[in-house]
């Protein structure tokens, strides 16, 4: 074990050998396939005649020989049943590239599908017309991965180092697919933080999920976490996950298996339209999906599933917008939770977005509310900016469970760990220019359990991330006057311009339509013409006007036309008297038309007034907006649809609020100090520069 790094510089600096021909980040497509086939190659030496024996005996005989050839692979579910091994490939370097195809084809279909995941064959292509083919495979002639000398447990540990190297040293898209180790440390920490005994234990069978696992770092570290640091026995922790990128998935493959893991659990596609895993459920879920990716290519099948099967599938709760499919991840693994007294527990890393985006009845907003008015959200976690590979944002750890102990019931936890970290020494990859020290990933887990308000810590209760918004209108105050100008204007009311149309076909009665229309434009003209030249901000008397000149004409004026009639003669004026609604009241005015979010309750430790802790709509409207706005009222028609009450219901989490820290402003001395200082500087060095 204390070697798989020298094993590990040894293989990384055979990439040298593609230098030119390959640019740096495609190394990973040709060594990482090499490193899986070297070590299947020597891996299979004690089977291999016996596998080649069986495969001439039956070839031809049964349509499916994997049954035959996994029997005499020892029940393995890996074999090559060609006449070549690395040796043998070597021996006949003029016809390299043709045996190696056929060693490739050779392998069992679990190996088939990693290679084909790689898309090796067109690599293999490749470095033969770069004359490289040879020279690699010889050069891996020297790397020795057999099992009897490299274990599973080392021989993991050697292509995960490979993993990381290449990710972080190659990769742009590295943080689609990586997540920092010292991040999932955390994440396992703080899923075992509640409970633990329920999840683990001598008797316990542990099975991680992964829907979005890349290659498999968050599998890999989660099940490290569970067996290491939690003393879960290895053999009974089992990884899942599913995969949509080829080579990513390829690579997860390929780690399971040499670590003697059952590959079979690694599905392949994308884990809305097709779940590899469905109808299962998993007690312990990890992931870190990838921020920002929009799902428009597979919005027809999640739609149809959130609108035929509502709750009954996965997508009950809502959809968030269309360029974001954070929460679809979230609300995936929530339906693959237990249902039992145990639960399940699920860790997921995300960007901001998912804590505040959308108003209040937006998809992401009904999922906030739906997650947390059934007290699944327990706590999340603000992580250091610069933590990962290809993004310097700050991201979050959402802690979700459908069981939370007694002390958590109706409370959520919120702690800011943003200034938990150190700097990456002696220098920074990519985006990650901080880690989180082990030191501080205790304290972040201290502070979790201990569940006390602190400046790192909040503790709130359910409702306090909770608002109704409600609809305020003002009336619609307009004046009127019929000047020359303003009957100009009806030329620019589309059901105006839309008299002399028509829908029929036949030429004679568009042409009928098109007469008729004109004069029916040129007397309504005619008749506006006819109105009092004053003006007036009495809506009764001047409709009383419009409807006395409309009477007169020998046609009749749709209710349509006669709206954009008065909107051609009317201009907006506070000084009007409110134009009266059809049903009572008064018609409401959309340009002046706002919002208020009425929080659902009031916090002590966010607010500063002393207020009772359940808000009323109507008393908080009468408080905040009715002294400064007389004549506005509640619109009691915008509705929440799922109580039926005014306003619709929203949730929002404003991590930035809950721990803002004020900080005075310095003393005007102070700044007239401080700039004399910055401008003495300043002509100090204009006078060093001339």
């Not at 001439?56 to 499916?64: D, I, Q, R, S």
């Not at 490739?104 to 004359?131: C, H, M, T, W, Y």
């Not at 007290?375 to 990962?388: R, S």
């Not at 970290?421 to 990650?432: A, F, I, V």
């Amino acid at each position: 074990m204390n070697n798989f790094r020298q094993k590990a510089d040894l293989i990384w600096n055979l990439a040298n050998i593609l230098r030119h021909d390959y640019k740096p980040h495609e190394y990973a497509d040709v060594i990482l396939p090499l490193v899986v086939l070297r070590r299947l190659d020597q891996a299979m030496e004690p089977t291999r005649k016996a596998v080649r024996q069986a495969y001439e005996t039956y070839k031809g005989k049964l349509e499916n020989l994997d049954s035959v050839l996994t029997a005499k692979a020892g029940g393995s579910l890996i074999y090559n049943y060609s006449e070549f091994d690395w040796q043998k490939l070597l021996d006949a370097p003029g016809d390299l590239q043709q045996n190696f195809i056929t060693y490739l084809n050779g392998f069992s279909p679990e190996v088939l599908d990693i290679i084909e995941k790689f898309d090796f064959r067109r690599q293999v292509a490749r470095l033969q017309s770069a004359n490289l083919l040879y020279p690699l495979l010889k050069e891996f002639e020297q790397v020795d991965l057999h099992p009897d000398r490299v274990d599973n447990i080392e021989m993991g540990y050697i292509f995960e180092e490979l993993i990381r190297r290449f990710s972080e040293q190659y990769n742009e898209t590295a943080g689609e697919h990586f997540t920092p180790r010292e991040v999932i440390e955390l994440m396992v920490d703080l899923l075992l933080s509640e409970n633990p005994e329920a999840f683990l234990g001598p008797d316990k069978i542990v099975e991680i999920y992964d829907p979005a696992c890349g290659t498999g770092g968050m599998l890999s570290e989660g099940k490290k976490g569970v067996t290491r640091n939690h003393g879960q026995d290895p053999s009974k922790v089992f990884l899942f996950g599913q995969e949509i990128n080829p080579t990513s998935y390829a690579v997860a493959k390929a780690d399971l298996l040499l670590k003697g893991e059952d590959p079979r659990r690694l599905a392949f596609g994308n884990s809305f339209t097709e779940d590899g895993h469905k109808g299962k459920r998993f007690r312990l879920m990890l992931s870190n999906p990838p921020f920002g990716v929009e799902w428009k290519k597979y919005e027809y099948i999640i739609k149809n599933e959130h609108e035929t099967l509502g709750h009954e599938g996965r997508f009950g709760a809502g959809l968030p917008r269309i360029t974001d499919g954070s929460f679809l991840f979230l609300q995936h693994m929530l339906a693959k939770r237990f249902g039992d007294e145990v639960g399940s527990r699920i860790a997921i890393i995300f960007n901001g977005s998912p804590l505040f985006t959308g108003d209040a009845g937006s998809g992401e907003s009904e999922i906030r509310r739906w997650i947390i008015e059934n007290d699944w959200l327990e706590g999340i976690v603000a992580l250091p900016e610069q933590l990962f590979y290809n993004t310097g944002i700050a991201t979050y750890i959402w802690i979700v469970t459908n069981r939370k102990s007694a002390r958590r019931k109706g409370k959520v936890q919120l702690i800011n760990a943003a200034d938990f970290w150190e700097p990456m020494t002696p220098r920074s990859l990519g985006n990650k220019r901080r880690f989180i020290a082990s030191h501080h990933r205790e304290r972040i887990v201290e502070l979790y359990k201990a569940m006390e308000e602190n400046e790192h810590c909040r503790i709130f209760d359910n409702a306090d991330f909770g608002y109704r918004r409600v609809r305020i209108e003002r009336p619609l105050r307009l004046n009127f006057h019929a000047t020359p100008e303003r009957i100009e204007r009806l030329w620019e009311q589309k059901a105006f311009q839309n008299l002399p149309k028509t829908r029929k076909k036949d030429p004679e009665a568009i042409e009928t339509a098109r007469r008729e229309g004109e004069r029916q434009q040129q007397a309504i003209l005619k008749a506006m013409r006819t109105l009092p030249n004053q003006m007036s901000k009495d809506p009764a008397e001047y409709q009383a006007w419009l409807d006395a000149a409309l009477k007169k004409l020998d046609f009749k004026v749709s209710a349509t036309l006669r709206k954009a009639i008065l909107n051609a003669l009317t201009e907006r004026d506070e000084t009007a008297q409110p134009v009266p609604g059809k049903k009572g009241g008064y018609e409401p005015d959309t340009d002046l038309r706002d919002y208020e979010n009425v929080p659902l309750q009031y916090a002590p430790s966010i607010y500063d007034e002393d207020v009772p802790l359940k808000e009323n709509v109507v008393a908080y409207f009468e408080r905040e907006v009715k002294p400064y706005v007389p004549d506005a009222w509640i619109d009691e028609n915008f509705r929440d649809e799922q109580d039926g009450q005014v306003g619709k219901v929203g949730y929002e989490i404003n991590f930035n609020r809950y721990f803002y820290k004020y900080t005075p402003p310095p003393h005007p001395e102070e700044l007239a100090r401080q700039i004399a200082e910055k401008e003495r500087q300043i002509a100090q060095l204009l006078e060093e520069w001339l």
